[in-house]
Nanobody, 116 residues
Framework: QVQLVESGGGLVQAGGSLRLSCAAS????????MGWYRQGPGKQRESVAQ???????NYADSVKGRFTISRDNAKNTGYLQMNSLKPEDTAVYYC??????????WGKGTQVTVSS
């Protein structure tokens, strides 16, 4: 059974930083491409950052220059470094990853709250 577990969320003041992790486990599962998404209060889930198997990245305009997505293939783990956080970054952050067959798996999310 494939599992993605996010960690690293919490409460931080505006201007602060957090690093989210997404650890993947499951027999034979290896992260292919992965991404981070978020859903703020009263908002739809949106894409935040994506990283391909080869390491190419893509970011939402709202986080460019502040967030960095990365991955450690040896640990089968992805990361989202979030700097210069703003109150509008407050959301539940989810990671999603697909395998080589294109099946997508989701984590249960981690809460990030940025106070002003």
């Amino acid at each position: 059974q494939v599992q993605l577990v996010e960690s690293g969320g919490g409460l931080v003041q505006a201007g602060g930083s957090l690093r989210l992790s997404c650890a993947a486990s499951g027999s034979g599962f290896r992260i292919n491409a992965m991404g981070w998404y978020r859903q703020g209060p009263g908002k739809q889930r949106e894409s935040v950052a994506q990283i391909t198997t080869g390491g190419s990245t893509n970011y939402a305009d709202s986080v460019k220059g502040r967030f960095t997505i990365s991955r450690d293939n040896a640990k089968n783990t992805g990361y989202l470094q979030m700097n210069s956080l703003k109150p509008e970054d407050t959301a539940v952050y989810y990671c999603a990853a697909n395998d080589i067959y294109g099946v997508t798996y989701w984590g249960k999310g981690t809460q990030v709250t940025v106070s002003s």
